[in-house]
């Protein structure tokens, strides 16, 4: 794309999200001095009440660029509906995330504040060289997706093996994950679970997507921003003062440091990442949204589904780029959490968005001008190489009462098991097999984590690199949902004990899991051609380090069959139970 036109599509963009922005707004607009052009000013941290507009030197130094452009690649995007039917609806879609047992169920579609029903899809994005190398990604929003499940054959696994065979792909090259959102309909069983009719939904949905941004493939150029999104000072952000931190990282840690060794469980990854596409015209036909933060701004009184934030941002970018898709892929969102300020002080009172939606409405107009600044100042990947690199890994679990709750499943009584499939490759006794990869697009790292990891690991492999990565992607929840992957493992007591009542230590499969990702993880990025000397304190001096090569002993075996589980209670939520 030329200097000039980007320089057109970021002026565009900065009026197209002020007018978003009035949309979205439950607020009277500001006054002259915070209007449209103050309102989404990017602020640094520490920046004072009248704070330099960060957007409009972004647009400065791109405009002085002299940096060529080639269409080296072949992007498509696409995105299809996984709103339950009515059907659904009546026979139980409970949201997943809070507590535990089917208190929430969904009442329908969330109400955003300009009075707009919210729609949660399967947003997916292809990549593919002129040689044909090919990566698939979706994003799904909701609380969570198993590789395989009991019900049927419904699961991520499943929509791999079926695009992998339709597209004569392999399945290793083909990434879904969830949002984790908070709203999200409960795929996992834990919160009451949904009909598997939606199962069945949502995998053609799923699969229609992929193949469907497979076949929208045009000649494109691909470029990669970072930006590190921070909280503006409230009159600049709209929202009221003392409900979050002016400079404040847009997630934090829920946990402190290690008292007794000094361990950083305070830090988590603060990196937003995108990669953005142009067709040959220089039009925008897709942004890929990569950040940490728990899909968790609006809390548990909220009955009415929604992608929380990743699916609000991504439509916020869809509207200010004027193009088609966003899809935002969390990244580890392991001890991460959102800052949730607020906007209406009259916040579920009549006449105001209840202050679920007012929160969320916030973020998103807090959030998505970073996005915007990201793809401002993007730079063309380099590199033409797509690469991918996939393990089956296998983990004796040591957490009997995760475990429990998976083979607890076995009946359909809402909320008291977990849907994941138990039989081999998934569960064989105690051991259980899932997915971990990573894949190459240029010189840009992409790592898939199978539950909600910590940021140590993104941190010890980054550790490693002799030569870095152009930009280091990280996908949570990607082809699995094993719960949190704590690293390093000798933080378990402190992660246990330090914060009473998080439910860290009790979704989780092992102690060890997390370092066991690590491990496999390095031997992945090694075999993709990035130039790394594993680190020998990955994690830092405070932590015991990982002995890779006990670690993934058990990974060097070959997957073997995946038969479908028998299951023989038909759609399974007409058994209710008493009080839901």
């Known amino acids: 794309m030329s200097n000039w036109n980007r320089v057109l599509l970021a002026g565009t963009t900065v009026v197209a999200l002020g007018l978003f922005a009035l949309a979205s707004s439950n607020q009277a607009p500001a006054p002259a001095a915070h209007g449209i052009p103050d309102a989404y000013r990017l602020v640094t941290a520490g920046a004072g009440p009248t704070p330099s507009p960060q957007g409009v030197s972004a647009l400065s130094r791109a405009a002085a660029s002299s940096k060529s452009h080639a269409h080296g690649w072949l992007i498509g995007f696409d995105k299809e509906s996984l709103n339950p039917t009515d059907a659904m609806i009546a026979l139980g879609v409970h949201l997943g995330g809070f507590g535990l047992g089917p208190t929430r169920t969904s009442t329908g579609p969330a109400i955003d504040g300009d009075g707009t029903k919210e729609s949660i899809y399967a947003r997916a994005l292809a990549i593919s060289t ?6 698939l990604l979706a994003d799904l929003e909701n609380q969570g997706t198993f590789a395989a499940y009991k019900e049927g054959p419904y699961g991520i696994w499943d929509i791999r093996q079926k695009v992998a065979q339709d597209l004569h792909l392999d399945p290793a090259d083909i990434v879904v994950n969830s ?3 908070h709203s999200g309909p409960d795929l996992i069983g834990l919160w009451g679970g949904v009909p598997v009719s939606y199962m069945q939904l949502l995998f053609n949905q799923t699969v229609k997507a992929l193949e469907t941004a497979y076949a929208n493939r045009v000649p494109a150029e691909l470029e990669v921003g970072t930006d590190t999104p921070v909280v503006p000072d409230p009159a600049v952000g709209g929202y009221i003062p003392g409900t979050a931190t002016p ?22 990854d603060t990196q937003l990442r995108v990669l953005q596409a142009y067709d040959e015209l220089g039009h925008p036909i897709g942004t890929l949204i990569n950040y940490a933060a728990h899909a968790d701004v609006m809390g548990s009184s909220n009955l009415g589904y929604s992608a929380d934030w990743p699916g609000r941002v991504a439509t916020a970018t869809e509207k200010a780029l004027g193009e088609p898709v966003a899809v935002t892929m969390p990244a580890d969102v392991g001890r991460t959490q959102p800052p949730r300020p607020h906007s209406d002080p009259a916040c579920g009172q009549a006449g105001h968005p209840n202050c679920n939606i007012d929160q969320l409405d916030t973020w998103t107009r807090i959030f998505t001008p970073w996005v915007l600044q990201a793809v401002a100042t993007a730079a063309p990947v380099t590199g033409n190489q797509v690469a991918s690199e996939e393990i089956l890994t ?22 008291f098991g977990a849907y994941r499939s138990t039989t081999p490759p998934w569960i064989t006794g105690n051991v259980v097999g899932t997915f971990v990869s990573a894949h190459r697009v240029g010189n840009i790292l992409l790592t898939a984590n199978p539950g909600e990891a910590y940021p140590d690991i993104r941190f010890g492999l980054l550790k490693g690199f002799t030569t870095a990565p152009q930009a280091a992607f990280t996908f949570g929840l990607a082809n699995d949902q094993l719960g949190y992957l704590i690293a390093p493992a000798s933080e378990y007591g402190w992660i246990t004990t330090s914060n009473v009542g998080n439910d860290n230590s009790f979704f989780n499969v092992s102690v060890q899991y997390g370092d066991h990702i690590y491990c496999t993880q390095v031997a992945e990025v090694e075999a993709l051609g990035f130039a790394v000397a594993p680190s ?5 001096p405070d932590a015991v380090s990982p002995v890779c090569q006990a670690e993934a002993a058990s990974d060097a075996a070959p997957m073997g069959p995946a038969p479908q589980q028998p299951w023989p209670f038909g759609d399974g939520q007409d058994v209710a139970v008493p009080g839901t």
């Open 130 to 135: 002129k040689h044909g190398q090919t990566l």
């Open 179 to 181: 949002d984790h959102s």
């Open 247 to 268: 400079g404040e990282t847009l997630d934090h840690s829920q946990f402190d440091t290690d008292t007794q060794n000094g361990y950083p469980d305070n830090l988590v």
């Open 394 to 415: 296998r983990e004796a679990a040591t957490n009997p009462a995760l475990l429990g709750v998976g083979y607890s499943g076995e009946a359909p009584a809402r909320g």
């Open 536 to 540: 020998a304190q990955p994690y830092g």
